[in-house]
């Protein structure tokens, strides 16, 4: 907590007024020419620059297809946990279009930074928000997946003028948030998501103000980026409150918040549960209150609630997350005193469950509790590599490919411990394993030293050149 607050202190310090200084006159005249200069060319498609603040840090925006000259858009600043930019943005450009926004992210926000680094990266990239963008200064949001849904919540909280939250796969400090700052929260995580219960906590709010601007979003999957269509709510609903709290004049807008949510409701969102469409129908009624007729997604979402079907689904999920606990717990004291092939045994066996298991919670529950094995080996795999403990991070490394096969980082952190231990061939192996899965960062692995005595072989030049662009 300690280490939270003092990460918080330093954003307030580094960040408290970026968003407001674009109000001197000589700013203003300054901002409106980098507009200019930054936009003039790049009127579709995702666009790479340079922060004026730090040249050293990069980001990436996406302008709505619908982008004129000389109007101001709300801006969406995204983090990805891997610092991947262009995922963060390719994956919601529809919606982007839909609501007219910006979207903006970065490779230098990612899993593992100190807190002064991310300081000073955040307050970079607010900057160039006010200097290099064309937004709208009073419709700034954020938003993240995993660890960078906790960076988002801690720039969001730091007194900089965030106006909204989006949080996917994490939770946020709810007793940082005092209601002003950012005006409105939205909160997801899918039922196999191992940090559902963090989301399932804020239900414990009893502030009326603060639970009428928390919206909490459900669906089926795993711990994972939210879906395009869960995305364009998070804009339908960063607009509503936008209209509602005046820094939107364009009450046309509300229609178009309408006329999303009608459709989605004709479609098959979020009606894998009840419990996840009684959420989706208190957001409807939470963002548009008093402001669109919506008196039958009222009655709906009361009708939903006091049925026993949905009372039956709540007492169903909230038996396997108290049963939950006691199994990870299990496994967690299995790390260290188990050996590697009762691991791949048990994985096998879990991964077995989870697909042929019926019930929904049932695997849901078990889902969240290998994803959360993943990130807990992960987190112990990153600190022994950095001590070089390596006969322990060897370990490690083998458990954590076995939890999670089809992770990335897995195989790229398993390439690592055999070129520690000289073994090129399965470097090799596990290279182009993690390059099937997905992992592309060529700048960090040639940055690796532990690779630097096979630069010159071509089967690992080789392996460097099939991962994907």
Known sequence: MKYYRLFMLLLILMTGSLLSCSSNSNNKQTSE????????QATYGIIDQSCTLDPSIQ???????????????????????????????????????????????TNAIK????????????????????????VNPNRVYVGGFSGGARYAAMLAMSGSGIQGLMVAGAGFPVDSWKNLSPSVIIAAANDGDMNLPEILSLEDIKDKGQRSRVLVMRDQGIH??????????????????????????DMKKLDLVMSTYDSLDRSDYCSSSKIHKSLFYERIVKALAYQKDIDRYGKAYASMIQSASYQSEKNKEQNFIKEELGIKNSYYAAMGSKDTSWWYNEMQRLNASIQNEKSNFKRSQLMRIRSGLSLMCYL??????????????????????????????????????????????????????????????????????????????????????????
Request: hydrophobic residues 40%; charged residues 25%.
């Open 224 to 249: 994972e980026w939210a879906s395009l269509q869960k995305m364009t709510e998070v804009m339908a609903v960063f607009t509503a409150y936008a209209v509602r709290d005046s820094i939107e004049n």
């Open 380 to 469: 112990n795999l990153d600190k022994t590599i950095k001590a070089n403990s390596n006969e322990d991070a060897y370990y490690l490394s083998v458990l954590y490919r076995n939890i999670d096969p089809d992770n990335k980082e897995a195989w790229f952190l398993a390439a690592v411990m055999e070129a520690r231990s000289g073994n090129k061939s399965r470097v090799i192996d596990f290279l182009n394993t993690a390059g099937k899965k997905g992992f592309n960062e060529r700048t960090r692995l040639n940055q690796t030293t532990e690779f630097n005595s096979m630069l010159g072989d071509p089967l690992f030049q080789d392996a460097v050149n099939k991962l994907p662009n």
């Open 111 to 134: 899993n593992g930074l100190d807190g002064e680094t991310a300081g000073h990266v955040m307050q970079s990239l607010l900057g160039s928000i006010s200097s290099q963008l064309p």
């Open 59 to 105: 980001f990436s925006y996406y302008l709505p297809e619908s982008y004129k000259a000389g109007n101001k858009y709300p801006v969406l600043l995204l983090f990805d946990p891997q610092g991947d930019a262009h995922f963060a943005l390719e994956k919601y450009t529809k919606a982007a279009d839909q609501f007219e926004f910006i979207l903006m992210s």
């Open 33 to 40: 020419q980098n507009n200019a200069d930054s936009v003039k």
